[in-house]
């Protein structure tokens, strides 16, 4: 039997004084399988862990891998904390035509969740892959305007030059143009906080740099009330770079650092029994990890329901 009467799942877990909501955009095949988006996947890896991984992970008929795209909405200290802001709509995306102009009505499910884009205080990218700033703005007319007029947009300065066309370092591909339309709009509305290290938010939350993924991929830290938690973006895409912590994914900016950081941090949230959200999770979202030699297992999942 699968979970029990007594079993109550909700979109909503308190930890602490913060209460975490799973706001959903998209969940679905994105036409890549594992070979594509993991190449470094140790032979057989996959099939070895096909009983947990399929199907919320990974479908091995057509052998694409299912991804989730959410957004982490916090509240903490009478504040409302939006973490990263996925693929958005109507977006040109000419290099990633699965995200190219959507209509995935992300603003109707944040609604469910009791949120307006007035209410939003502070926004958290994790880092400026195009997955993960798409509704910082939304299309007013011909104009991208900021989506969230009163909110603090929290972006850590590494990776803002890296993609920042007018910086020296700005010349990164593809993501330039989610860079324009999504991230300069909120710069030059004076929304954005430039952040580098490390950057308290509150009592219950800190962002930390975790580069890999990009230079400035970020965590953010939860500790309140004896509770832990760990949103850690891109770090891992998929449960099986838990119990396989050397797999990158092809879009990893430098990988050796990735796995450095993806190690460091799973070991971090292992020892301090921290609960792992990571930006893509289908299935109940997130987990609780524990050390399995050098490598790392899955200890319990969150009680989030299964995506659908
Ligand atoms: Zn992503």
Redesign the pocket.
């Known amino acids: 039997m699968i979970g029990s009467m007594d079993e109550i799942i909700l979109d909503e877990i308190i930890l602490g004084d913060v209460t975490v909501t799973r706001v959903k955009e998209f969940y679905g095949p994105v036409g890549m399988s594992p070979a594509h988006l993991f190449p470094d996947s140790p032979e057989g890896s996959w099939d070895a862990h096909r009983d947990w991984l399929a199907p919320d992970f990974w479908n091995p008929e057509t052998d694409e891998c299912h991804t989730a795209v959410q957004s982490w909405l916090l509240r903490s200290e009478g504040r409302t904390i939006l973490v990263d802001t996925g693929v958005g709509d109507h977006e040109d995306r000419p290099y990633v035509p699965v995200w190219s102009r959507r209509d995935n009505g992300f603003l109707d499910n944040l609604a469910a969740a009791g949120v307006r884009p007035e209410d939003v205080d502070v926004v958290v990218n994790t880092h400026l ?1 195009v ?2 700033v798409g509704w910082n703005t939304r299309l007013d007319g011909r104009t991208w305007v900021p989506t969230f007029p009163n909110a603090t947009y929290l972006i850590a300065r590494p990776d803002f030059e890296f993609w920042d066309p007018a910086g020296e370092r700005g010349t990164a591909r593809g993501d330039r143009n989610a860079f324009e339309d999504s991230v300069t709009p909120v710069h030059r509305a004076g929304l954005t906080h430039l952040w580098d290290g490390s950057y308290r938010i509150d009592r219950n939350l800190r962002l930390d740099l975790a580069p890999g993924h990009t230079p400035g991929s970020s965590a953010l830290v939860l500790d309140s009330g004896g509770d832990r938690a760990l949103f850690v ?2 770090l891992v ?1 998929t449960p099986l770079q838990i119990v396989e912590p050397d797999v990158d994914s092809c879009f990893c900016v430098d990988p050796a650092a990735a796995r450095a950081t993806r190690r460091r941090l799973l070991g971090q949230a292992a020892e301090s029994g921290a609960l792992v959200f990571p ?2 999770f289908g299935g109940r979202g997130a987990a609780e990890v524990a050390r399995d030699g050098t490598k790392f297992a899955i200890k319990e999942w969150a009680a989030f329901p299964r995506l659908s």
């Open positions: 892959h997955d993960h973006g891109d895409h930006a893509h």
